[in-house]
């Protein structure tokens, strides 16, 4: 699931959790 997020991830660090759980969601 972080593999799907990496860039959002790269982009909020500060909040690496929530992009990835909304990247997963919304796959």
Not at 1 to 26: D, E, F, H, N
Request: proline share 11%; hydrophobic share 45%; charged share 20%.
């Amino acid at each position: 699931m972080r593999s799907l997020a990496s860039p959002a991830v790269g982009t909020r660090s500060a909040k690496p959790t929530k992009p990835w759980i909304i990247v997963a969601k919304l796959s």
